[in-house]
């Protein structure tokens, strides 16, 4: 079972708005990530969480802010975004096996949509 | 600064022919590829990956060649299928920073029947 599971499906918010985005994996893995991606782009790194610490935040503003609640699940807090930031935002998660046979499974992904 | 590189956005092959997708490379401590599929409106699924140890790995239908000396690597799809289109990504880490994935920009495949 390689499955990670997202939601909601799609999402949308008012500038004013807070929401939350939710990932969760029964796979046993340590590391959950999330990313972001626009249209026609690669996936970025946003956050990674090892061992339910965070390990790396690539300087992503402070209207996201993530959450590891157990291994199992992540959260990502969403707070007064701006329409930009209108996205595909994807979960993945990996063993956190070690260099050279870590493999990330992403999710489905949340479509969100700022107005 | 794009270290991961697909120069070709598209590609277009026959069914039951071969379909080459290709990778580079500038950051030299890269050790660990791997290739995704990404279908519209999903998360992309892992393929296929090698580590800077070998130079081939296959699996199935997909087999995946790296020339270090050349940063470069190719991803080979035979017999291509149409349930193959999708936009595939080549992406790459290092030992030390393992967790922290650089995804290419993407080669649409589209597999004409």
């Known amino acids: 079972d390689t499955e990670v599971t997202q939601t909601p499906k799609h999402l949308v918010m008012g500038m004013t708005n807070k929401k939350s985005l939710k990932c969760e994996q029964h796979?046993?893995?340590?590391?959950m990530y999330w990313y972001k991606q626009k249209a026609k782009k690669p996936p970025e790194l946003m956050f990674v969480?090892?061992?339910?610490?965070?390990?790396i935040n690539e300087s992503v503003p402070s209207r996201f802010s993530p959450e590891c609640p157990n291994s199992s699940l992540l959260n990502l807090h969403l707070h007064a975004l701006q329409p930009e930031d209108s996205a595909l935002y994807l979960c993945?998660?990996?063993?956190?096996?070690?260099?050279?046979?870590?493999?990330?499974?992403f999710g489905p992904g949340t479509r969100l949509t700022v107005l | 600064d794009q270290q991961v590189k697909q120069n070709s956005p598209s590609l277009s092959v026959q069914e039951g022919r071969i379909s080459i997708l290709n990778c580079d490379y500038t950051?030299?401590?890269?050790?660990?590829f791997l290739w995704y599929k990404k279908y519209p409106a999903e998360g992309p699924t892992f393929l296929i990956s090698?580590?800077?140890?070998?130079d081939k790995n296959e699996d199935g239908r997909f087999t995946v060649f790296l020339n270090k000396s050349a940063k470069h690597l190719s991803l080979h799809i035979v017999p291509s299928q149409p349930g193959d289109s999708a936009v595939y990504f080549c992406?790459?880490?290092?030992?030390?920073?393992?967790?922290?994935?650089?995804f290419g920009t993407g080669t649409k495949l589209q597999v004409i029947p």
């Open positions: 969480y090892s061992y339910e610490k965070l390990s």
């Open positions: 950051n030299s401590m890269f050790d660990y």
């Open positions: 992406a790459a880490t290092n030992s030390g920073g393992y967790q922290k994935v650089t």
């Open positions: 993945a998660s990996s063993q956190a096996s070690g260099p050279l046979r870590d493999t990330q499974y």
């Open positions: 796979m046993g893995h340590r590391a």
């Open positions: 090698i580590s800077s140890i070998k």
